[in-house]
């Protein structure tokens, strides 16, 4: 298993297949040996559950606070039919994602650190678990844009960096190819917000030089704000629309 920098191969039960960074490694070491995926022992010892497309466990670890999120498909066709599995072919879902979390990092693009990630192969499938850092003070966009009460200044400054985000992304040479507003998480910050990617193994990681035309993820992102306005009933303000956009069309430089 091909592995980026600062990560490493370690082996479980049943031919699972995992990698660690030296922080994470006792952890890994512990709850693979002990016979549990690495979902299944967070879920245990977690500090806190968020809510993902399914129970998200928090840990805090002397070295730091880790998510653990366990593998679900998406899609109205594949969920219901496949649920957690995967066809065994080409690099499994949390490698990918940690190439890409390492490519975007090194190019200055903000996403959390993957921390370990383990595979668990079963016939044609397998299912697949993933720890990143935790991010504090931080929710996804759709729950700033359509849950809270924020004002139109505080609305305003999110969109203009999410804005920024999508350009520097462009700009990096990088496309995700999946980008929705779930997968867009903003910090809070004493500079004001701070957005991250996430959900990163569909990236098209470009050779470093070139960039993207960020035209097409900001329409994904577009789709996805559209969406959840119908489900919530809440309209973004024209303004809105045009800083977000404005922003993302403005090169990696803005």
Same mark, same amino acid.
């Not at 299944?40 to 010892?45: G, M, V």
């Not at 921390?115 to 079963?122: D, N, Q, W």
């Given at each position: ?142 729950? &700033?844009?359509?849950? #809270?009460?924020? !004002? *139109? ?8 960096? @999410?804005?920024?985000?999508? $350009? ?56 996805? &704000?559209?969406?959840? #306005?119908?489900? !919530? *009933? ?8 045009? @800083?977000?956009?404005?922003? $993302? ?6």
């Amino acid at each position: 298993m091909r592995l980026p920098p600062k990560l490493y191969a370690v082996r479980g039960k049943a031919g699972t297949q995992a990698f660690t960074t030296p922080e994470a490694e006792a952890w890994v070491q512990r709850s693979l040996g002990g016979g549990e995926r690495l979902h299944e022992a967070a879920s245990r010892q977690a500090d806190a559950l968020l809510q993902g497309r399914g129970p998200v466990p928090v840990l805090t670890m002397p070295q730091g606070q880790w998510v653990v999120r366990h593998y679900h498909r998406g899609g109205i066709v594949a969920a219901p039919l496949l649920g957690d599995r995967y066809f065994r072919v080409g690099l499994p879902r949390p490698v990918r994602e940690a190439h890409a979390s390492h490519e975007l990092r090194q190019r200055g693009v903000p996403t959390p650190r993957v921390m370990a990630g383990a595979v668990y192969p079963k016939g044609i499938f397998y299912r697949a678990d993933l720890v990143t850092e935790f991010v504090a003070d931080a929710a996804d966009l759709t729950h &700033l844009l359509f849950e #809270e009460e924020r !004002s *139109g200044p505080e609305r305003t400054d999110v969109l203009e960096e @999410v804005g920024r985000l999508l $350009a520097r992304t462009a700009a990096a040479g990088v496309e995700h190819l999946d980008l929705n507003a779930k997968n867009v998480l903003v910090a809070q910050r004493s500079s004001g917000a701070l957005p991250l990617l996430l959900d990163l193994d569909r990236c098209r990681v470009l050779p470093s030089g070139i960039r993207v035309d960020p035209r097409a993820m900001l329409k994904k992102l577009h789709r996805s &704000l559209h969406k959840y #306005e119908k489900e !919530s *009933g809440r309209l973004l303000e024209t303004d809105e629309w045009s @800083v977000l956009s404005r922003f $993302a069309n403005a090169g990696g430089d803005c």
